[in-house]
C-alpha cells in the first residue's frame, strides 16, 4: 500500500514538472505565426493556458506538497537555457536577428527587454539549483559559467537594467551564501563596484534614451497630478498619455525634447504606470505588499524563501527602468516566488481551508482556461483576415469577416485600427472614421491621429481632418506627415497664406533622420512653394 502510494506520487511529481516546464518553455518561444503580435499575444497565450492545466490539476490531484524547489526551479533552468542559446546563437551570426532596430539579441522577442527579463528572472532558480552541487569544482565552473553567459548575453544586447537588475541578485546571493566573511566582503565590494560602474554608464551614456525617459516621466507626473488618488483607471496610460504628451511639448519651451518625443504606450517604469493608472490607492497597495513579504521572509526565513527574496529583487530593478510585465515567464517567476516566501502559510493551513482554496484554484483555472482559448480562436481569425487583406484578396470575405469578429475585439485599440484601415482602403471613410475615433479613445496615439485626419479628408470633413493633423503633430513635432497633410489639406482648399506658413515651417523644421520619405515632403513642398 505504501509502495503503492509512494510510485503514485513519483508519477504526480513528473507530470506536474513537466507541466511547469511546458508552461516555462512556451513563455519564451514564439509564435509568430499564428497571431497579428505572435511575440507577444503567442507567449502569454500559450502560457495561460499550460498554467490553467498545470494549477487546475494540481488542485485536483492534491500534488501541492509534492511540489517543492526543484519542481519550480528546474522549468526557469530550462527556460534560461532556451534564451541563451537561442541569442548565442544569433551573436555568432548563426541566426539572423531580424529587426530595423540595429539589435543584436532578441532571442525569441521583440526586444531586448525580453531577454533581460528572462535572465534575470531565471538566474535565482540557477543559482539556487547549482548551488546545490556537491562536487566544488563542478560548482564553481557551473557559476562562473552561467554568471558569464549571461553577463556576455546582456552587454552585448545593450541592456544596462539587465545587467543592473543580475548584478543586484548576484549581489544577494554571495551575501547570503558565502560563509567567509573576508571573502563575502571582498565579493560584495566588487560587485558594488561594477553595479555603481553600470549605473555610472547608464546615467551619462545613450544621453538621448535618458532625457527620453525624462520627458515621460515628466508627463506621468502632469497625469499622476491631475487624478492622484484613484488614477486614471486600468488603460489610463494608454487612453490619455499622448494627449498629455501633446500638452506638455506645447508648453515645455524646451527644442531638444520634441525631438525626442515618439508614440509611447508604457513609461519604461512599471511604478510609474501603477501611479498613473490607480494613483495613490495603487502605490501604497504594493507598498504594503512589499513590506509585508519582507517581514514575512525575515520571520521565516529559508534558502527556498531567499531565492523568492532574490527573483522579486530582481523583477523589482527590472521595473524601475523596464517593461518586465510585458513578458509572461516575469508574471510566472513573481508568483513563484511568492510561493516560496510564503510557502509555510500554505502547508500550515488546514484541510478545509485547503479544500475550499483547491474548489476556487480549480474552478477560476477552468475559467480562464475557456476564456483564453476563446479569446486565441479570435485571435487566430483576426490574423488570417490580416493575411488576406494585406494579399489584397476576398475584399468581401474580409468585410464581412471583421463584422463578425468586431462584437469580440470591440475594446481592442489595435483590432479597431486595423479594421478602420481595412475599411478606409475599400472606400468606405464613414465606418473607418467611426472605428478609428473608438481606437483613438481607448489608445490615443500618433498613428490613430493620422488615419482619422487622412479618413476625415477623404470624407470631406475638413474641420476634422485639421483637428486630427494638428494633434498628430503636437504628439510627436518630430514628424513630417501630419504637416505635409496639413500643407494638401490647404492646397485642396486654396488657403494660399495657411499653405505657405505651413510649407516654410516643413523647410525650416530640423531633421532627425533624414529619410527618402522626408526627402520627397519636403522637395515636394519646396517646388510647390516656387511655383507659387
Known sequence: MKSN???????????????????????????????????IIGKWIGLGVS????????????????CGFDIIAIPFLIASIIVSIHSLLQITGVIHVNTVNGY???????????????????????LALIDKVKDRVIKNVALSGTCGVVLTILVIARSRVGILASGIVLLLYVLHTLKDVKTRKIMAALLSLILLAVVVYMSFSKRGSNSGRALILGVC????????LFGHG????????????????????????????????????????????????????????????????????????????????????LSMFSYPFRYPLTLLGLLCALLLVYKDVLLNLSRT?????????????????????????????????????????????????????????????????????????????????????????LMANYDTALLIADNAKECGDVDMAEEFYW??????????????????????????DDML?????????????????????RSNVKQTLIKM
Open 104 to 126: 543584436r539579441v532578441l532571442a525569441g522577442f521583440d526586444n531586448p527587454a525580453g531577454v533581460a527579463a528572462s535572465l534575470t528572472v531565471s538566474l535565482p532558480f540557477t
Open 353 to 441: 481551508t485547503m479544500i475550499i482554496i483547491r474548489s476556487t484554484t480549480a474552478t477560476i483555472s477552468s475559467l480562464f482556461l475557456c476564456l483564453i482559448i476563446i479569446w486565441a480562436h479570435y485571435q487566430i481569425q483576426w490574423k488570417k483576415l490580416s493575411v488576406v487583406s494585406d494579399n489584397g484578396n476576398e475584399t468581401k470575405a474580409v468585410l464581412e469577416g471583421y463584422d463578425i469578429l468586431y462584437p469580440k475585439l470591440k475594446n481592442d485599440p489595435y483590432f479597431l485600427y486595423n479594421y478602420a484601415y481595412v475599411l478606409s482602403e475599400n472606400g468606405d471613410c464613414k465606418k473607418a472614421g467611426d472605428m478609428a475615433i473608438d481606437s483613438f479613445g
Open 221 to 228: 507626473w502632469d497625469m499622476f497630478k491631475d487624478a492622484p
Open 51 to 66: 498554467l490553467c492545466i498545470t494549477t487546475l490539476f494540481i488542485a485536483m490531484t492534491s500534488t501541492y506538497e509534492e
Open 471 to 496: 494633434v498628430a503633430s503636437k504628439m510627436c513635432p518630430v514628424r513630417f506627415m501630419p504637416l505635409y497633410g496639413l500643407f494638401c489639406l490647404y492646397k485642396e482648399l486654396d488657403r494660399t
Open 234 to 317: 486600468l488603460h489610463g496610460f494608454r487612453s490619455q498619455y499622448m494627449l498629455y504628451q501633446a500638452d506638455y511639448l506645447e508648453h515645455c519651451g524646451s527644442s531638444v525634447l520634441p525631438m525626442l518625443a515618439d508614440n509611447t504606450t508604457h513609461p519604461l517604469n512599471e511604478y510609474a504606470l501603477l501611479a498613473v493608472n490607480f494613483g495613490v490607492i495603487g502605490i501604497a497597495t504594493l507598498l504594503i505588499g512589499i513590506i509585508m513579504t519582507i517581514m514575512h521572509y525575515f520571520k521565516n526565513q529559508s534558502n527556498e524563501s531567499f531565492v523568492g527574496i532574490m527573483t522579486i529583487a530582481g523583477i523589482g530593478v
Open 501 to 521: 506658413e505651413i510649407g516654410q515651417t516643413i523647410l525650416s523644421k530640423p531633421v532627425k533622420i533624414n529619410s527618402n520619405e522626408i526627402r520627397t515632403i
Open 5 to 39: 502510494l509512494l510510485k503514485r506520487n513519483k508519477q504526480l511529481y513528473h507530470v506536474v514538472l513537466l507541466l511547469l516546464v511546458i508552461t516555462a518553455t512556451v513563455g519564451v518561444i514564439s509564435y509568430n505565426n499564428l497571431f497579428c503580435d505572435g511575440q
